[in-house]
């Protein structure tokens, strides 16, 4: 049995190209790109296409739902689950495990959006949790 | 253009230090450049070339190229690929050699992270300001470590690959280790004292990962008629490969690296096969780079390393591929966290005939460097070299 524990998230340090991604963040949502030419989703967010280079992408809402493609268990003093969490919308985005036994986690576990805060007054990070 | 037997390497010296209290970085840069001079039986007024990485203090190569005292210089190339930058610095002093921009050509890597006391895989690492993903993913503490657990957690899901398995890659490293009086870590380990080691991040034990340490290595290349005219035996650059892969907008499948392509292309350029090669240096910072890598160029099928690995394969003189026979990165040193030099030093020593007796591949003509630069887990360059040794 491995608590995650509540370690000091560092606070992301925001870009011009990104700020919408935060502040939508901090309401709540967890924002993916869409590649307008492809129609395929997309993360990290960015001002272009990884797809195509266009600049023809949007930013929308994920529903915060995926499986877990991989994971590794950091055991330092205050350890946490390090994973790419496969959204149900596509993208594999890498975040962290939370809020369980980090002993049980396993691939192809069903996770679901969980909002952390991050030191100072910095934005807060999606993570996930068993569904 | 073909790079095939474009250049030789001509000189290589690896920095004895892997602990360096006493030397600056810049001059630990300068003592191995000095080493590989004295080795080719040149001096710094030969040098017209110069290569370096982002090991080297100051502006590309700018600061150092001063320190050094080189002011006959009419090419330089900074390229960072992290750790396998060598690999591809070999490639470009090739081409640039190839296209009339440099006769002879220094290639030069120092650092000393043991000294500074970095913990180099344990806590999240930026490589700059401005970098686009840190934002995402310095929060979620992407550790070097970690990043190399998923993939090793992924392959062991997709392909039934152990820990014991990972760890007959440390047991061979060590029993190539013993014989090195320069090595960090000359004991010879078990495949049970390797997964009983603590786990750093899973499934990667303590034993698991390379060492920190400092030093250095540097190497001289030249054209063959140059390198004819030397009194060193003549390594040449048969085949040579490069390529990025990285998370493709959120696509990312760990299970391989880019050595599939470098790989490919280096063999290709070669004309050879992995079934030609008895002794190959594979970047080490962590026993699952090693597997995953030996695939990816083909020395067994995707999936596979696991059984490939076993069972003492890459011990020299015992298996089917001798394997980082200086102890590599996991028992040797694993200089300024970059380990790409010191594949191709050993390399050429084995080309040479000046390996450790115990480890020498007897009659060896042929050899593959190769290695991976940044985090196999989320982006990465991979180079790839085939040297022969001519007659």
Redesign the interface.
């Known amino acids: 049995m491995t608590p995650a524990a509540n370690r000091a998230i560092p606070a992301p340090v925001i870009d011009p190209t990104s700020r919408p991604f935060w502040e939508a963040a901090r309401e709540g949502r967890l924002l993916i790109g869409l590649c307008g030419d492809t129609g395929r989703h997309f993360f990290y967010p960015r001002g272009c296409s990884p797809f195509t280079l266009s600049p023809n992408v949007t930013l929308v809402e994920s529903k915060g739902m995926g499986v877990i493609y991989s994971f590794s268990v950091m055991r330092v003093a205050e350890p946490y689950a390090i994973a790419y969490v496969e959204l149900d919308e596509g993208p594999r985005i890498l975040t962290n495990i939370v809020d369980c036994d980090l002993d049980g986690v396993r691939i192809g576990q069903r996770v679901r959006l969980v909002w952390k805060q991050t030191t100072g007054e910095g934005a807060p990070v999606a993570m996930f949790a068993p569904a | 253009m073909s790079l095939k037997h474009a250049a030789c390497i001509v000189g290589a010296f690896e920095h004895p230090t892997r602990k360096a209290e006493h030397q600056s970085v810049a001059q630990l840069h300068a003592e191995v450049a000095w080493g590989a001079l004295q080795d080719a039986g040149l001096t710094k007024d030969d040098i017209d070339g110069y290569f370096c990485a982002g090991d080297a203090p100051g502006m590309g190569p700018v600061n150092i190229v001063d320190y050094l005292g080189l002011d006959r210089l009419r090419h330089a190339d900074s390229t960072d690929f992290g750790g396998s930058s060598y690999l591809a610095h070999v490639a470009h002093a090739a081409a640039a050699i190839a296209a009339g921009r440099c006769n002879i050509a220094l290639i030069t890597l120092a650092g000393r992270p043991r000294a500074e006391a970095m913990a180099t895989g ?1 806590t ?1 690492r930026s490589w700059g300001a ?1 970098v ?12 070097v ?3 190399y ?6 392959h062991m ?1 997709e392909y039934g690959t152990t820990s014991e398995q990972l760890a007959w890659i440390k047991v061979a490293a060590s029993h190539h280790a013993q014989h090195n009086p320069h090595a960090m870590l000359k004991k010879v380990v078990t495949v049970e004292e390797v997964v009983a080691s ?7 034990h303590r034993l698991d990962c390379c060492v920190i340490s400092d030093g250095g290595g540097a190497l001289i290349v030249t054209r063959p008629e140059i390198a004819r005219s030397l009194k060193r035996p003549v390594v040449s650059v048969r085949g040579t490969g490069e390529a990025l892969k990285h ?6 499948d ?1 299970t391989y690296s880019a050595g599939r392509k470098s790989g490919a292309a280096a063999f290709t350029e070669a004309g050879v096969t992995p079934a030609d090669i008895r002794y190959a240096s594979i970047y080490d910072s962590f026993t699952i780079t090693v597997l995953v890598q030996l695939e990816d160029l083909g020395f067994c099928a995707k999936g596979q390393g696991g059984a490939f690995v076993a069972d003492g394969n890459l011990i020299s003189g015992v298996g089917r591929l001798a394997f980082n026979t200086d102890g590599g990165g996991l028992c040797n040193n694993h200089p300024a966290n970059r380990g790409g030099m010191t594949k191709i030093i050993e390399a050429v020593r084995q080309l040479r005939g000046e390996a450790h007796p115990a480890v020498q591949v007897p009659d060896l003509a042929l050899a593959l460097a190769h290695g991976t630069g940044g985090l196999l887990g ?1 982006r990465h360059a991979s180079a790839t070299l085939v040297l022969e040794r001519l007659a």
């Open positions: 344990t999240p401005n686009p993903d840190d934002p995402f993913e310095i929060p979620m503490g992407r550790t470590a970690a990043a657990g998923m993939v090793a957690m992924r899901y603590p786990l750093v991040a899973d499934p990667l998370q493709a907008g959120g696509t990312i760990l989320t």
